[in-house]
Protein backbone atom coordinates (compact mmCIF):
# COMPACT_ATOMS: atom_id res chain seq x y z
CA UNK A 1 0.00 0.00 0.00
CA UNK A 2 1.36 3.63 -0.92
CA UNK A 3 1.59 6.10 1.29
CA UNK A 4 0.21 8.61 -1.04
CA UNK A 5 -1.88 7.40 -3.96
CA UNK A 6 -3.55 10.12 -6.39
CA UNK A 7 -5.29 9.02 -9.19
CA UNK A 8 -6.55 11.71 -12.40
CA UNK A 9 -6.63 14.17 -9.96
CA UNK A 10 -7.96 17.91 -11.24
CA UNK A 11 -8.49 20.70 -9.75
CA UNK A 12 -10.47 23.66 -11.07
CA UNK A 13 -10.62 27.35 -9.28
CA UNK A 14 -13.53 29.65 -10.62
CA UNK A 15 -12.67 33.50 -10.50
CA UNK A 16 -15.50 35.25 -11.50
CA UNK A 17 -16.97 33.52 -14.97
CA UNK A 18 -13.50 32.52 -15.50
CA UNK A 19 -12.14 28.23 -14.85
CA UNK A 20 -8.39 28.14 -14.29
CA UNK A 21 -7.31 24.76 -14.14
CA UNK A 22 -4.42 24.48 -11.83
CA UNK A 23 -4.03 20.50 -12.09
CA UNK A 24 -4.66 18.24 -15.09
CA UNK A 25 -4.92 15.05 -14.51
CA UNK A 26 -2.01 14.40 -11.63
CA UNK A 27 -1.70 10.78 -11.27
CA UNK A 28 1.53 9.05 -9.19
CA UNK A 29 2.03 7.17 -6.21
CA UNK A 30 4.34 7.69 -3.09
CA UNK A 31 6.10 5.20 -0.88
CA UNK A 32 6.21 5.04 2.54
CA UNK A 33 9.75 6.59 3.67
CA UNK A 34 10.25 7.76 0.52
CA UNK A 35 11.97 11.63 0.03
CA UNK A 36 10.24 13.15 -2.57
CA UNK A 37 11.32 16.95 -4.01
CA UNK A 38 8.86 18.98 -6.09
CA UNK A 39 9.58 21.14 -9.03
CA UNK A 40 8.47 23.73 -11.70
CA UNK A 41 7.95 27.09 -12.71
CA UNK A 42 5.63 29.24 -11.04
CA UNK A 43 1.84 28.64 -11.91
CA UNK A 44 2.87 24.67 -12.64
CA UNK A 45 0.59 23.67 -9.58
CA UNK A 46 3.31 22.96 -7.09
CA UNK A 47 1.60 24.72 -4.20
CA UNK A 48 -1.66 23.20 -5.44
CA UNK A 49 -0.92 19.68 -5.38
CA UNK A 50 0.88 19.95 -1.89
CA UNK A 51 -2.44 21.86 -0.19
CA UNK A 52 -3.94 18.71 -2.02
CA UNK A 53 -1.81 16.06 -0.68
CA UNK A 54 -1.87 18.43 2.88
CA UNK A 55 -5.12 17.92 3.24
CA UNK A 56 -6.33 21.49 3.02
CA UNK A 57 -8.02 21.88 -0.28
CA UNK A 58 -10.03 19.13 -2.25
CA UNK A 59 -9.93 18.16 -5.57
CA UNK A 60 -12.45 18.82 -7.84
CA UNK A 61 -12.15 15.00 -9.16
CA UNK A 62 -9.89 12.37 -9.23
CA UNK A 63 -8.95 9.79 -6.07
CA UNK A 64 -6.84 10.53 -3.70
CA UNK A 65 -5.93 7.99 -0.86
CA UNK A 66 -3.24 8.56 1.87
CA UNK A 67 -2.49 5.61 3.55
CA UNK A 68 -4.92 3.71 2.26
CA UNK A 69 -7.78 6.33 3.45
CA UNK A 70 -9.69 8.03 0.69
CA UNK A 71 -9.58 11.54 1.70
CA UNK A 72 -11.04 12.73 -2.05
CA UNK A 73 -14.28 13.54 -0.23
CA UNK A 74 -14.05 13.68 3.28
CA UNK A 75 -15.88 16.58 5.14
CA UNK A 76 -13.82 19.05 6.69
CA UNK A 77 -13.49 17.59 10.72
CA UNK A 78 -12.21 14.47 9.00
CA UNK A 79 -9.82 16.36 6.68
CA UNK A 80 -8.57 18.03 10.29
CA UNK A 81 -7.96 14.88 12.27
CA UNK A 82 -5.48 13.59 9.23
CA UNK A 83 -3.68 17.08 9.27
CA UNK A 84 -3.08 16.71 12.70
CA UNK A 85 -2.29 12.84 12.86
CA UNK A 86 -0.75 12.15 10.53
CA UNK A 87 0.86 15.40 8.52
CA UNK A 88 3.42 17.68 9.91
CA UNK A 89 3.77 21.22 7.90
CA UNK A 90 7.01 23.29 7.26
CA UNK A 91 7.36 26.31 5.70
CA UNK A 92 9.28 28.97 3.69
CA UNK A 93 8.32 31.64 6.29
CA UNK A 94 8.44 29.50 9.43
CA UNK A 95 5.26 30.62 11.08
CA UNK A 96 6.33 30.99 14.26
CA UNK A 97 4.96 33.23 17.06
CA UNK A 98 7.64 36.09 17.78
CA UNK A 99 6.65 36.10 21.58
CA UNK A 100 6.78 33.00 23.08
CA UNK A 101 9.65 30.32 22.97
CA UNK A 102 10.75 27.71 20.68
CA UNK A 103 9.43 24.85 23.24
CA UNK A 104 6.29 26.87 23.47
CA UNK A 105 5.69 27.25 19.93
CA UNK A 106 6.49 23.41 19.48
CA UNK A 107 3.86 22.40 21.97
CA UNK A 108 1.15 24.42 19.55
CA UNK A 109 0.17 21.39 17.77
CA UNK A 110 -0.54 19.54 20.80
CA UNK A 111 -2.44 21.94 22.13
CA UNK A 112 -4.72 22.02 19.39
CA UNK A 113 -4.72 18.26 19.40
CA UNK A 114 -5.98 18.70 23.00
CA UNK A 115 -3.11 16.89 24.05
CA UNK A 116 -2.22 17.98 27.80
CA UNK A 117 -0.26 15.36 29.32
CA UNK A 118 3.55 15.55 28.57
CA UNK A 119 3.08 18.17 26.10
CA UNK A 120 6.03 20.16 27.57
CA UNK A 121 8.19 17.22 27.53
CA UNK A 122 7.20 15.88 24.33
CA UNK A 123 7.88 19.34 22.52
CA UNK A 124 11.42 19.01 24.48
CA UNK A 125 12.05 15.69 22.39
CA UNK A 126 11.23 16.57 18.92
CA UNK A 127 13.66 20.33 19.57
CA UNK A 128 16.34 17.02 20.45
CA UNK A 129 15.72 15.65 17.23
CA UNK A 130 16.83 18.60 15.56
CA UNK A 131 19.79 19.74 17.70
CA UNK A 132 18.19 22.36 19.29
CA UNK A 133 16.83 21.43 22.85
CA UNK A 134 19.58 23.75 24.17
CA UNK A 135 17.78 26.76 22.82
CA UNK A 136 14.04 25.72 23.60
CA UNK A 137 13.54 28.51 26.21
CA UNK A 138 14.68 31.39 23.68
CA UNK A 139 12.37 33.48 20.95
CA UNK A 140 12.28 33.47 17.84
CA UNK A 141 13.67 36.75 17.86
CA UNK A 142 16.65 35.74 19.45
CA UNK A 143 17.05 32.80 16.90
CA UNK A 144 19.36 32.56 13.73
CA UNK A 145 17.05 31.94 11.04
CA UNK A 146 18.27 28.15 10.42
CA UNK A 147 17.61 27.83 14.19
CA UNK A 148 14.18 29.36 13.61
CA UNK A 149 13.55 26.56 10.84
CA UNK A 150 14.57 23.97 13.04
CA UNK A 151 11.84 24.99 15.47
CA UNK A 152 9.12 24.92 12.46
CA UNK A 153 10.11 21.10 11.93
CA UNK A 154 10.45 20.67 15.32
CA UNK A 155 6.95 21.60 15.69
CA UNK A 156 6.00 19.21 12.68
CA UNK A 157 7.65 16.43 14.16
CA UNK A 158 5.88 16.37 17.88
CA UNK A 159 2.57 14.92 16.53
CA UNK A 160 4.79 11.92 15.61
CA UNK A 161 3.21 12.20 11.91
CA UNK A 162 4.02 9.70 9.63
CA UNK A 163 4.06 12.67 6.46
CA UNK A 164 6.08 16.16 6.50
CA UNK A 165 5.52 18.42 3.53
CA UNK A 166 7.87 21.21 3.37
CA UNK A 167 6.98 24.32 1.29
CA UNK A 168 10.35 26.09 -0.06
CA UNK A 169 11.69 25.25 3.42
CA UNK A 170 15.16 26.93 2.82
CA UNK A 171 14.14 29.64 0.37
CA UNK A 172 14.77 32.63 3.23
CA UNK A 173 18.45 30.84 4.34
CA UNK A 174 21.27 31.11 3.00
CA UNK A 175 23.45 27.89 1.41
CA UNK A 176 25.16 27.03 4.46
CA UNK A 177 22.53 27.08 6.14
CA UNK A 178 20.28 25.53 4.27
CA UNK A 179 22.95 22.75 3.82
CA UNK A 180 21.84 21.76 7.93
CA UNK A 181 18.38 22.03 6.95
CA UNK A 182 18.56 19.36 4.35
CA UNK A 183 20.62 17.01 6.28
CA UNK A 184 18.24 17.22 8.60
CA UNK A 185 15.45 16.21 6.98
CA UNK A 186 17.09 13.49 5.88
CA UNK A 187 18.04 12.08 9.28
CA UNK A 188 14.18 12.23 9.80
CA UNK A 189 13.40 10.36 6.55
CA UNK A 190 16.09 8.17 7.35
CA UNK A 191 13.76 7.39 10.33
CA UNK A 192 11.07 6.72 8.23
CA UNK A 193 9.34 9.49 8.09
CA UNK A 194 7.99 10.56 4.13
CA UNK A 195 9.05 14.00 3.47
CA UNK A 196 7.72 15.93 -0.07
CA UNK A 197 9.48 18.71 -0.17
CA UNK A 198 8.53 21.87 -3.31
CA UNK A 199 11.85 23.85 -3.88
CA UNK A 200 12.71 25.69 -6.85
CA UNK A 201 16.31 24.80 -6.40
CA UNK A 202 18.01 22.12 -8.10
CA UNK A 203 20.89 21.81 -4.97
CA UNK A 204 17.95 21.09 -3.21
CA UNK A 205 16.11 18.82 -4.94
CA UNK A 206 19.28 16.94 -5.21
CA UNK A 207 19.29 16.03 -1.48
CA UNK A 208 15.88 14.00 -2.45
CA UNK A 209 15.36 10.25 -4.04
CA UNK A 210 13.17 11.07 -6.56
CA UNK A 211 12.06 14.66 -8.39
CA UNK A 212 8.57 15.28 -9.99
CA UNK A 213 8.60 18.39 -12.06
CA UNK A 214 5.32 19.68 -13.06
CA UNK A 215 4.40 22.35 -16.00
CA UNK A 216 0.92 23.89 -16.61
CA UNK A 217 -0.70 21.44 -13.90
CA UNK A 218 0.61 18.46 -15.20
CA UNK A 219 3.39 16.01 -14.47
CA UNK A 220 5.84 16.24 -17.25
CA UNK A 221 9.30 14.48 -16.16
CA UNK A 222 9.70 12.12 -13.50
CA UNK A 223 13.58 11.71 -12.25
CA UNK A 224 15.19 9.13 -9.21
CA UNK A 225 18.37 9.13 -7.75
Do not use: W
Not at 36 to 57: A, E, F, Q, R, W
Amino acid sequence: MAMIDLENIVKIYKIGDVQVTALNGITCRIEGGDMVSIMGPSGSGKSTLMNLIGCLDRPTSGRYELEGIDVSSLKEDQLADIRSQKIGFVFQSFNLLPRVTAVSNVELPLVYSKVIKKKHQQALQSLEAVGLAHRANHRPTELAGGEQQRVAIARALVNNPSLILADEPTGNLDTQTSKGIMTVLQQLNSQGITIIIVTHEDDIAAYTQRTIYLRDGEIVQERKR
